[in-house]
């Protein structure tokens, strides 16, 4: 986990992915290497990026995320993360059901946190 996260603040995504991956695997319940491994797969997104690499990280992103949402439904970096995704994959090429998905994702995350008010923007 500690070397994934050096790996990952020094923007090292493929040696972070492949530590991270090997934390899962060593321990499938351990929430934060999954939740690294989610996040490294969104930074290495490119919004708009129209080649199939980018669109398979994006949705590598959030798969992992929904294994995390698999252990701990109401956990809000995973709602939150998968909904952001899916906004900016929904921009171009435009895709109406990913950015319905992605509200979705907001709207859950009200229902676990109606107080905060980020997901209302």
Do not use: C, W
């Not at 790996?7 to 060593?26: R, T």
């Not at 929904?66 to 993360?81: R, T």
Request: aromatic share 10%.
């Amino acid at each position: 986990m500690n070397q994934g996260l050096r790996a990952f603040k020094n923007g090292q995504y493929e040696e972070a992915i492949q530590l991270f991956s090997h934390a899962k695997q060593l321990d499938p319940n351990l929430l934060n290497a999954r939740l690294y491994l989610a996040a490294t797969y969104r930074s290495q997104y490119i919004p708009g990026a129209p080649s199939e690499e980018n669109r398979q990280t994006g949705e590598a992103g959030i798969a992992e995320f929904k294994g995390v949402l698999n252990l701990q439904p109401e956990n809000l970096s995973a709602v939150d993360g998968i909904g952001s995704l899916l906004f900016q994959m929904a921009g171009q090429p435009f895709d109406a059901g990913k950015f319905r998905e992605s509200k979705t994702f907001q709207q859950e995350h009200i229902q676990i946190k109606p107080d905060d008010p980020e997901p209302y923007y």
